[in-house]
């Protein structure tokens, strides 16, 4: 299971961290990211880690604005969230055991672990 938290309403310039946190497996074990969907688009991948080499993986929309981490100790993903613009009003996704291979510039859904999604509401 994951649990996603730390979604809210922010200004244009603002920050904004969401966490994830997961129970029954072991987050390291995966590779996981967050995804994002806004009204009337379809779901995009925002960010993620790969489980073969660490490495990150960010949308060419995020890249320099926001961060993903993760705590092995405390079994969580973060997702650290500045300069938000209103373009980033969504809501977001965690998910674990997915696609991500950031030498490809790739990051895709597989479905077997989701979070609930927390909203982001960007002001202008």
């Known amino acids: 299971q994951l649990q996603a938290s730390g979604g809210g309403y922010a200004p244009a310039g603002g920050s904004l961290r969401l966490s994830c946190a997961a129970s029954?497996?072991?987050?390291?074990?995966?590779?996981i990211g967050w995804f994002r969907q806004a009204p009337g688009k379809k779901r995009e991948g925002v960010s993620c880690i790969s489980d073969t080499n660490g490495a990150p993986y960010y949308a060419d929309s995020v890249k320099g604005r926001f961060t993903i981490s993760s705590d092995n100790a405390q079994n969580t993903v973060y997702l650290q969230m500045n300069n938000l613009r209103p373009e980033d009003t969504a809501v977001y996704f965690c998910?674990?055991?997915?696609?991500?291979?950031?030498?490809?510039?790739?990051?895709?859904?597989?479905?077997?672990?989701w979070g609930q999604g927390t909203q982001v509401t960007v002001s202008s």
């Open positions: 998910a674990a055991d997915l696609i991500c291979i950031p030498s490809l510039k790739t990051m895709g859904p597989t479905g077997d672990y």
């Open positions: 029954g497996f072991t987050l390291a074990d995966y590779s």
